[in-house]
Every structure is written in structure tokens, then in C-alpha cells.
């Protein structure tokens, strides 16, 4: 079984009015996560990871002890964050479930300071990576980051919401204004109805 690009839940130009274009999702969608989902299909193929799920193979080839991490785990791991980054988004409006407003009140003092705290993680994350809501296993909800495709399953953690901060996701509409990309993002882009069913 090898993995196949979703379709954006959305049309290309979808949350242009909204601050990201057409051109850098056909960037980032048709190029960039079919790049991952190719390239992971190679990869895999004749491996002890071929029919595994997306899940099973990230946890399974990821190594905390590594600098850097093997090409199967970078791939895989970045196709499945873009398979949840894209539906994180949404081109409606999207009003903040009250479980979910009340449980980031609870664990941040405030919905602003939630923001405040994302946005940081985001734009403090040297290079390219992620910046994250986490559940921890505990069931707190805390702000993370984790470079290039590292996401929250390497640390047995429900990501909750996820911003891409590789070039690639903001350079077309922001240039090099990554925290004016990530306000947008949060002002803007959230699908805070997608983030609430997460919990």
C-alpha cells in the first residue's frame, strides 16, 4: 500500500481573501506535500515499513537521540503534518468552540495569551519546523515547537493545532515577515471547530 496527496478540503484560492494566495497553495500543496508523499513512497518500498500507517512509521523511525533524522522519518512525518495542517484551516468563519476556549483559559490564563505564547514558539523556531497546541498525555494542553517535520506523535502527544514555519509556507504572501504570517494565521486561518474535535 503506498500513500496518495489529499485534495485540499478547500479550492486553491480559497483563503486568498484571507491572507494565504492561490499561488503559495499550489506551491506548497502540489508541490511541496506531494514532494514528501512521493519521495516517503520510495522510501518505504521493499522496507519492513511498507503497510504501515503514517502514524506507526513516525513513532517507529524516529530517534531522539539523532541530530538529524533518516530520510524515511523526515518524508513521512512531513506528509502527515501537511495532511493535518491543511484541514486545520478553513475559508469560513470559524467561531472558537466554548470547551475549547475554556480549556485554553485554563491552561494559559487567556484565549490572547494562548496566541501570544503560539505565535513566539513559531517565530523563535530557528530554521524550518512547526509550531504547535499540544494534549499531553496528562491531558494538559501546552505550546511547543520542533524542527524541520518533528511533530507532537514523537513525544506521544494529540497535536491539537499545527502552523508550518518552513519557508515555503509564508515566503510567497509574507516574504521574511514570519510573525506576521502567524498572526494571520491565528486571527485568520484557524479552524477552530477542526482544533475543538481534536481534544
Same mark, same amino acid.
Given at each position: ?40 513512497? !520510495?522510501?518505504?518500498? $521493499?522496507?519492513?515499513?511498507?503497510? %504501515? &500507517? ?10 531522539? =537521540? ?68 499540544? !494534549?499531553?498525555?496528562? $491531558?494538559?494542553?501546552?505550546?511547543? %515547537? &520542533? ?10 502527544? =494529540? ?41
Amino acid at each position: 500500500m503506498s500513500f496518495s496527496l489529499p485534495d485540499l478540503p478547500y479550492a486553491h484560492d480559497a483563503l486568498a481573501a484571507k491572507g494565504m494566495s492561490r499561488e503559495t497553495l499550489e506551491f506548497h500543496h502540489d508541490l511541496h506535500h506531494k514532494a514528501y508523499v512521493d519521495n516517503g513512497n !520510495k522510501l518505504i518500498a $521493499g522496507t519492513e515499513w511498507e503497510g %504501515k &500507517t503514517l502514524e506507526a512509521i513516525i513513532t517507529g523511525t524516529y530517534n531522539k =537521540t539523532a541530530v538529524a533524522q533518516n530520510g524515511i522519518f523526515n518524508n513521512i512525518s512531513q506528509l502527515w503534518n501537511h495532511n493535518q495542517f491543511w484541514e486545520m484551516m478553513g475559508p469560513g468563519a470559524s467561531a472558537m468552540p466554548g470547551a475549547l476556549e475554556k480549556a485554553l483559559v485554563e491552561s494559559f490564563g487567556s484565549v490572547a495569551e494562548f496566541k501570544t505564547q503560539f505565535a513566539a514558539a513559531g517565530a523563535g523556531q530557528f530554521g524550518s519546523g512547526w509550531c504547535w497546541l499540544v !494534549k499531553d498525555a496528562d $491531558g494538559s494542553l501546552k505550546v511547543t %515547537k &520542533t524542527e524541520n517535520g518533528v511533530n507532537p506523535l514523537c513525544f506521544g502527544q =494529540t497535536a491539537l493545532l499545527g502552523c508550518d514555519v518552513w519557508e515555503h509556507s509564508y515566503y510567497i504572501d509574507y516574504r521574511n515577515k514570519r510573525p506576521a504570517y502567524l498572526t494571520n494565521f491565528l486571527d485568520n486561518l484557524v479552524n477552530w471547530e477542526n482544533v475543538a474535535s481534536r481534544m
